[in-house]
């Protein structure tokens, strides 16, 4: 039966609009959870997750639920307790939140989920009436997190992921969609440009492909540098390819954990249980980073050199955009079944902010002394109004680029 929505809710201004309708007419739907991975048959750079929705009417909730298969690298829009209505987010649901002190050292945190606990006749996960699911026995996968005060925090694995994975949807797309290694299209390709320049010890250098975020580097560097790092990002890809429904009928179901060791701090909103020593954590606001070596960072992209390039140089990317779409239209429609036009421009989606809690990790940017190509003949102006992530494949189909990223914020401690 329906039941109450117990939350507050905050307006919220968003141009985006799904591009594959919910189909709810005029009824305001909230979403409720992230349930699987689901291959995308239309375009397949970009992994399916399915949202589940319910809907709100006279301030209640429906027990009856939405589901709807959305691009992973549109999660930054499509948080748990967002509202929408005609296709686009009106309001988000005002939820308590938290900055708690975790341990990511395997023995620390475990994997666990509803199916799991009933299977061990164990305590559920959390208490199913404070947020229900679909399911008695959900299979998605959550982390659990032991506290210094013999409570528990719990996270969706799923919204880990999509938060505590670097900044930009585009790291995420890519390490769920190719393998870290290996022949012929790669994850490593696809998120590492040739250093040209040698290591040095005690220094990791990282040169950024060009649809990457300066945010995602230290993820990277680690990912390139720490064994234990580069072991996670090899293992979301397999695990997934191998959970797969070969019918895509049933959603993959995957254990993602946090990619580095050591003590951590989370800022999380959720809703508190077992008489507040407890948390469920819906939404992942901020993270802190890892300690460890002095990070270089350059970019693939980089326009900066100290020295322009000599006459009779290779042009850099010919053909490009001429510009990318700074200005936003009044509605971006948001679509994941449909790749990119190759000869458009992009539009640089911003997911909300997100909190890099105590000391920063130390990043260093790094020219080029010289730059070896000089700007290739820019192709035609993109005017559109519709976007996608994933690879650009073909032209004509109206279709821009999308960036989704977090803006980030650093909280010293």
């Known amino acids: 039966m329906p039941f109450p929505l117990k939350h507050k809710t905050r307006r919220v201004n968003s141009v985006i609009r799904l591009k594959e309708s919910l189909d709810v007419a005029d009824d305001k739907v909230m979403a409720w959870w992230y349930s699987g991975f689901y291959k995308n048959s239309k375009a397949l750079s970009q992994p399916h997750v399915l949202v589940l929705f319910r809907k709100i009417t006279d301030g209640m909730l429906s027990d009856a639920v939405i589901q709807r298969r959305l691009p992973l690298e549109a999660l930054g829009q499509i948080r748990i307790g967002s509202i929408w209505q005609n296709d686009r987010c009106r309001a988000e649901t005002s939820l308590l939140s938290k900055q708690l002190a975790v341990n990511f050292s395997p023995g620390k945190w475990r994997f666990t ?27 998605n996968s959550l ?10 925090l719990i996270v969706p694995c799923i919204e880990f992921f999509s938060r505590c994975f670097g900044r930009s949807g585009e790291l995420k797309r890519v ?11 790669t994850a490593t390709n696809r998120l590492y440009a040739p250093l040209n320049t040698p290591e ?10 060009r649809r990457l975020h300066n945010g995602d580097v230290v993820f990277l560097a680690h990912a390139k540098y720490d064994p234990y790092t580069q072991f996670v990002a090899k293992g979301i890809n397999a695990k997934l390819e191998a959970s797969y429904d070969p019918k895509n009928k049933n959603p993959a179901f995957v254990d993602i954990g946090p990619w580095y060791e050591g003590p951590a701090e989370l800022k999380v909103e959720g809703i508190p249980f077992n008489n507040g020593k407890s948390f469920l954590a819906l939404r992942v606001l901020g993270m802190s980073d890892p300690k460890g ?23 850099a990317w010919a053909g490009a955009p001429v510009r990318q779409l700074l200005k936003y239209p009044e509605i971006i429609d948001l679509t994941g079944d449909v790749e990119p036009d190759t000869d458009a421009g992009a539009i640089e989606i911003q997911d909300p ?31 559109v109004s519709t976007v996608s992530g994933g690879d650009a494949h073909g032209s004509g189909k109206g279709v821009a680029g999308h960036a989704s990223r977090s803006c980030w914020v650093l909280l010293q401690s």
């Open 113 to 139: 989920s509803f199916a799991e606990a009933q299977r061990r006749q164990g305590v559920p996960p959390f208490p199913m009436e404070e947020h229900p699911l679909l399911l008695d026995k959900d299979r």
């Open 143 to 152: 982390l659990e997190f032991t506290l210094p005060d013999g409570g528990k």
């Open 175 to 185: 390490l769920a969609t190719y393998p870290w290694d290996g022949q012929g299209d």
């Open 200 to 209: 040095e010890p005690g220094r990791w250098q990282v040169r950024l492909r």
């Open 293 to 315: 070596a002095l990070v270089l960072r350059a970019r693939e992209n980089s326009h900066d050199a100290e020295n322009p390039a000599p006459e009779g140089s290779p042009e």
């Open 353 to 383: 902010d997100f909190e890099v809690l105590g000391d920063a990790r130390t990043v260093i940017n790094v020219k080029p002394e010289q730059a070896t190509t000089k700007a290739g003949a820019g192709g035609k102006p993109s005017d």
